[in-house]
């Protein structure tokens, strides 16, 4: 009897878990072939009912985000429905949004991912949209130009892609008579002296600089981005020699990068925990009036960083400093607003939200400033913003566009930007790659590694360089053959 | 006629159905089936209906293109790459290291504090030691690379005390494994107690008595008596803990870092990177069910080992 229910009881599972089968059946992943993507010639467009977007860094919910969709609603007609994961989750989630099939009609990408989703006909080609888009065709050249994947335009840049300058304790140069470094070796110089007791209160409780690791894994900027005046011309990444992609790892100018690293690690310039440090506790470090010396976001993150600084240094300031003469800043590739190829109406979506986004009018000032009297309030033609802390949709002080933004700007905004522009060179996108999807993640940890083994002092250049090749070869071999047949 | 005899048969049928016992329970204990009914629908939805997302451990499934059928190519990469060996190495040695320290310091410390007389004293011991139980993983890890710092920490606070450099603990593979083994125990070491301790409770006293009247020392009480007492306790904790071997995974991804992923990465975070950074989920999900079926044969093996040794296991 009670093998009998037993068995009974197996067969309806079994029903159950068989039925299932039919229930989570196979995605519904876009069907264009690998390689191409949807492209339409552009017809009169027909205003979307709806508009569904995944975004990464906007407008938060507790900062008003539901006005800015409610006002524009009203200025448009058109319900945004946004999906906003959290940051260090993004990308995880939109490719897990793709792979189950809930694709929404229009998401922000960039790096490698970007690269990979349009090669992969993920992303409807916007090409001749754009260059028939008036509003479109007015913003940065460079800027577009850096988002091409094979001459094409998949994506439409939210606003430049900024980089880091180098923020230096003016208060510290000034109690010590230093001036702003030019050169590498003043900057050592300077870093020396942050590291030994540059506030003169007996305690040798600083450092000369720290940052959030030794190599930045994040996919949307580059990985020297927090220690340029260190890794100088090397570039621990896939670069672009005579037209040709290379790793940066083993090109000659690596090695005297790793040893100047090292070196300064060895002479106590870093924050002992570099290489464990999140963006985060480098920023509370840096708070906490411990750090000397960062490279941090130009423009906006000025004020942050010395506000902050001011709470518990109130005598403390910063000061932006132009590129050591043997280095220039990055600029990044910016992420892009791409339309997906399952989206049904790309036209109307990209007439009435990406162009409204970079109007340089009114659609604009709603994506990048908010709502007026619940963000900003206007007196005298000027904004005066409400809310202090929120990131919009993208930086209107990074704006591609014409737009003339009305909000009284911080000058320190204005400076540290105009300082990194002055220094910055644009990086590349690097293209897509079947080899680098499977297995970049891997060799970006081995990347990790080694560097970091090199500069803690487990291993000597030589020794890290070549376990580094070892490695490495075969993945390294099969993503540049890739690469240069792409390009 | 024919009306008839359907009818007939139908009562026969229900007739034949009330006197089969297992219906009778049914009905006799219809409020105990309601209220297990619930559980059994969200034990079908969230544990056997997923169960369907197996069958991608043998397709080729990426963001970017439909599911493809590739039988067992994915166990072949599997079983002949480097890093997933390291990690299945990694996982063994930590799991099972970690396992028999958790078994061998619970069972000790269960059996200190057996020994406090002082009811308020063993409560609040108890209570000390079970608290760090309830702090997140990753606030937990935060603590110890606050302590561990060699910026400061108060560890290197006390090597400085005697001239030695600071050691940077977490970012050097000889220190990290026995750390992760040292706060392991200062987290779970307390929870664990609580089983053992309930164990410890139910031994007859008069045992004890016995033993005292035989002049046993209280060693030879413990190893006499006291264990031999909670065996069963100890065998069957052990089982569900091997069970969970493979499942390592919160502790060692906020403690990992770019200098130990050698000796720090496991089946786990290996599988979380090919699966949710690189997005290959169909190797992903052949490497959980080679750890699932791994998992399931030290379980059974285990089982049968208690069977042997002790007459009786617990499936």
């Known amino acids: 009897m009670k093998g009998s229910f037993l068995k009974k009881l197996c067969l309806i599972l079994t029903v159950v878990v068989s039925t299932s089968n039919l229930i989570a059946c196979a995605p519904k992943n876009f069907s264009t072939e690998k390689g191409t993507a949807t492209t339409t010639t552009p017809t009169a467009s027909s205003k979307p009912e709806k508009i569904t977007g995944m975004f990464d860094t906007i407008l938060k919910v507790e900062d008003g985000q539901a006005k800015v969709v409610e006002e524009f609603k009203k200025q448009t007609g058109i319900d945004l429905v946004i999906t906003n994961p959290i940051h260090n989750q993004y990308y995880e989630k939109l490719n897990l949004a793709f792979a189950s099939g809930d694709i929404p009609d229009v998401v922000e990408m960039g790096g490698t991912t970007y690269s990979a989703y349009a090669n992969n006909g993920a992303l409807y080609d916007m090409t001749s949209l754009v260059e028939k888009s008036a509003t479109i065709q007015k913003l940065s050249t460079v800027t577009m130009d850096s988002e091409k994947i094979g001459g094409k335009l998949y994506g439409v840049p939210k606003a430049s892609g900024n980089g880091t300058v180098t923020y230096l304790r003016k208060d510290w140069l000034d109690l010590n008579n230093l001036e702003v470094p030019k050169t590498y070796e003043e900057y050592i110089n300077v870093l020396k002296v942050f590291a030994d007791d540059p506030d003169k209160n007996g305690k040798k409780d600083t450092f000369g600089t720290s940052a959030a690791g030794l190599f930045s894994d994040d996919p949307t900027t580059t990985p020297d981005i927090y220690l340029r005046e260190f890794y100088q011309d090397a570039y621990p990444d896939f670069k672009l020699v005579n037209n040709t992609w290379v790793d940066g790892i083993t090109q000659p100018e690596m090695k005297p990068a790793l040893e100047r690293l090292r070196k300064a690690y060895s002479m106590g310039l870093f924050d002992k925990e570099i290489i464990t440090n999140k963006t985060t506790n480098v920023r509370d470090k840096f708070y906490s009036g411990k750090v000397g010396a960062m490279s941090y976001w130009a423009g906006t993150w000025s004020t942050t960083l010395e506000d902050e600084l001011k709470k518990a240094v109130p005598t403390a300031s910063i000061v932006a400093i132009p590129a050591i003469k043997e280095t220039n800043y990055t600029s990044r590739v910016p992420s892009v607003y791409a339309i997906t190829s399952k989206a049904k109406n790309p036209e109307g979506i990209f007439k009435y939200l990406l162009e409204y986004m970079h109007d340089a009018g009114k659609g604009e000032l709603l994506f990048s400033r908010g709502v007026e009297n619940v963000h900003y309030k206007v007196t005298d033609g000027k904004a005066t913003m409400l809310t202090v802390k929120s990131t919009y949709f993208f930086d209107p002080t990074l704006t591609i566009s014409q737009f003339k933004d009305p909000a009284i700007i911080d000058p320190r905004i204005s400076k540290s930007t105009k300082i990194f522009e002055a220094d910055s060179q644009m990086a590349k996108l690097l293209p897509a790659s079947a080899a680098y999807t499977k297995t970049g993640v891997d060799l970006i940890q081995s990347r990790k590694e080694i560097i970091s083994k090199v500069v803690i002092g487990q291993m000597t250049v030589d020794e890290g360089l070549e376990k580094y090749k070892k490695d490495n070869q075969v993945i390294v071999d099969a993503i540049l053959n890739e690469f240069n047949v792409a390009k | ?315």
Do not use: C
């Open chain 2, 1 to 315: 006629m024919v009306k008839k005899n359907n009818s007939t048969q139908t009562l026969s049928v229900l007739h034949k159905w009330k006197k089969n016992k297992k219906i009778t329970e049914i009905f006799k204990y219809t409020y105990l089936y309601i209220m297990f009914l619930p559980i059994l629908i969200v034990s079908i939805i969230f544990n056997y209906i997923p169960m369907a997302g197996v069958r991608f451990a043998f397709y080729e499934y990426t963001p970017f293109s439909q599911p493809k059928f590739i039988g067992f190519d994915n166990f072949k990469t599997l079983l002949t790459s480097k890093k997933f060996i390291s990690a299945f190495s990694n996982t063994i040695t930590l799991s099972f290291a970690n396992l028999l320290l958790a078994t061998l310091v619970s069972i000790i410390f269960a059996l200190l504090m057996n020994e406090l007389y002082n009811r308020f004293a063993k409560s609040f011991v108890q209570t000390i030691i079970y608290l760090p139980h309830f702090i997140s993983w990753v606030v937990t890890a935060s603590i110890f690379y606050m302590l561990l710092s060699p910026n400061n920490g108060f560890v290197n606070q006390i090597l400085g005390m005697f001239g030695i450099d600071p050691i940077y603990f977490m970012a050097d593979e000889k220190w990290w494994t026995p750390i992760f083994y040292f706060i392991n125990r200062w987290r779970e070491t307390g929870w664990g107690t609580i089983i053992y301790l309930a164990a410890l409770s139910s031994i007859n006293p008069e045992l004890y008595e016995a033993s005292s009247l035989d002049s046993a020392t209280r060693l030879q009480q413990t190893w006499y008596v006291t264990l031999p007492g909670i065996m069963n306790t100890i065998i069957i904790v052990f089982i569900l803990n091997l069970a969970k071997v493979f499942n390592l995974f919160e502790s060692v991804f906020v403690l990992m870092n770019p200098m130990v992923v050698n000796s720090a990465e496991v089946i786990q975070t290996y599988t979380y990177k090919i699966g949710l950074q690189q997005s290959d989920y169909g190797y992903a999900t052949a490497v959980g069910l080679f750890k699932s079926v791994i998992s399931m044969v030290l379980v059974v093996l285990a089982n049968n080992i208690s069977k042997k040794i002790k007459g009786e296991g617990i499936l």
